[in-house]
Nanobody
């Protein structure tokens, strides 16, 4: 059982900044990768950014150079620093993690999702 708890969402004006956090807890052997997805009203859920435990990052083009994803391996906590926010960034942001867990005599990868945190950017 692994839980992901997001925080840091809120309401900001265009051009402002927010930092989201996602803390993973539970029976975690290791985290392979974590990421942020978002879903805006009337749109499909889309990838925002991902990071591996080794620090490899990936961003969608629309947030590149504005958002920074990071992972504190010691705390099992992921962050998304969002700068120069735009109204089109408004969405529910979801944390996801691929976690390596023990299952009997083997280890398995399981994907987990947080409950989401609302980010609203006003113009």
């Amino acid at each position: 059982q692994v839980q992901l708890v997001e925080s840091g969402g809120g309401l900001v004006q265009a051009g402002g900044s927010l930092r989201l956090s996602c803390a993973a807890s539970g029976r975690i052997f290791s985290i392979n990768a974590m990421g942020w997805y978002r879903q805006a009203p009337g749109k499909q859920r889309e990838l925002v950014a991902t990071i591996t435990s080794g620090g490899t990052t990936n961003y969608r083009d629309s947030v590149k150079d504005r958002f920074t994803i990071s992972l504190d391996n010691a705390k099992n906590t992921m962050y998304l620093q969002m700068n120069s926010l735009k109204p089109e960034d408004t969405a529910v942001y979801y944390c996801t993690a691929q976690v390596l867990e023990s299952s009997g005599d083997v280890y398995v990868d399981n994907d987990y999702w947080g409950q989401g945190t609302q980010v609203t950017v006003s113009s």
